[in-house]
């Protein structure tokens, strides 16, 4: 009997998505490069539904056709590499899927390439870590509308369910699906940086203590701000470890993997400004200068202001920081669905922004609560500039927006960077703002360099002879 699917890559990711798979009813074809790694995982993890295989030969004849392949490999060079062995192997109109983390652009050229050889391919975001992967992961499937359909069942099957719903859905063309898992990833750096600046000023600012921390964050997850986030944070600040916080103990710098690099790198060459998710980004190139950051305290000394100063009880100030934590989260998700709108004309995807705010709801580490109204604000107001401008969230907006102001006020005076929150802030009053400054940058470019600026009293392009001027 031949296997419904095959995986390639038994790492963490691959060997749990096919374990899934075989819990599901299919059979599941498992090969690795390292082939020893498919006895082991047979040894230790040996599924009824599995098909172990020791060649890449004998991976392919063990499945039934069209020939669905899952690879779920180390991101780059070894995808490429396995769809060149792949190719004199299969026949025309197999189906390659790539679910590893994969850059959107190598997915677009693989798709063109494996094209050309009447191979289909589909680059599949696939999010959750190796629990979503093991029980239920967000899957986000980019490619060939029909070469999805043969893989659209298995895939509905073992993705997380939210709301009784699939955390998957046909997304577009080509690389659309490992863009919107980018771009998601780009979310997850601004919600997390998000969450740290609002501990940061609790405790810093407030001078709340761990157990007090653990309560704030308890209260908010049954609230608009619930989500998987928020719920491990409130979990983190009540672990001790010989009777001290974990928490506390944690060296101070983040780490990270790429993919918020990639998504802030395409907003700048698409022109998009993300600058929640960038300054979330910065946050973490910052936490690795912790040798700088200490000298950085000796010398530049500040003059900053207590909670005191500002005439705000310390519940008061829980408030704006849920409220100003609250509005921040919105703007950072609309500057994510900003740049996808901008991408899908790019690019020529056909997305439906209802339908990807309903897959972020399971599965993946950005679940939260608040998508049901992303997904129904994208629905009523489907062709809508921003998400801040739908009326949900304008209202989410209007009615919090002083208290974020006053927060990032306090913050300032107070001496405690917040970034991510004063970019959100930034962006909202950019927004809001009908006159920008652009009429003096537009002056200075013609001045020195001839650029010619367009006015506000009449059509047309105009230079203006500045040098001249001066001398009258
Ligand atoms: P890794 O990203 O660590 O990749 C290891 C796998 O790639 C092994 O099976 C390895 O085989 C295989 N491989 C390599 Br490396 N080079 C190869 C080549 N030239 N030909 C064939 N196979 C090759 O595994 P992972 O952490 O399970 O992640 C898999 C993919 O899923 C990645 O793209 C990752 O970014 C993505 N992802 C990961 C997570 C997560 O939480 N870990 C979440 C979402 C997505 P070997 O055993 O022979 O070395």
Redesign the pocket.
Known sequence: MKSNIGV?????????LALNMADNGYKVSIF???TS?VDKVMEEHGHENFIPTHSLKEFVDSLEKPRRIF?????G???D??IE?LIPLVDKNDIIID????YFKDTIRRTKYLKEKEINFLGV??????E??RFG?AIMPGGDKEAYSYLAEIFEKISAKAYGEACCKYLSTDGAGHYV?MVHNGIEYADMQLIAEAYTLLKRVAGFSNEELHNIFEEWNNSELESYLIEITSNILKVKEDNKYLLDIIMDKASQ?G?GKWTNLEAIDLGVDISVITAALNGRFMSNLKDERIKGERIIEAKVSKLEDFNIGREEFVGLVKNALYVSKIVSYAQGFKLLSVAEKEYGWDFNFSEIAKIFRGGCIIRAKFLNDISDAFKEEEHIDNLMFTKFFANEINTRLTDLRELVSIAVQSGVAVSAMTSALEYIDTYRTSQSSANMIQAQRDYFGAHTFERTDKEGSYHFDWTASEKN
Do not use: D, F, Y
């Not at 390639?8 to 749990?16: A, E, P, W």
């Not at 679910?99 to 994969?102: D, L, P, R, T, V």
């Open positions: 390639i890559g038994l790492s963490v990711m691959g060997m749990n690795n490069r390292t790694v690879l779920m490999v180390k991101s060079a070894p995808v590499m396995l062995q679910g590893g983390n994969s975001g696939i999010s959750g870590g190796e979503g992967a992961p898992k993997k993919t």
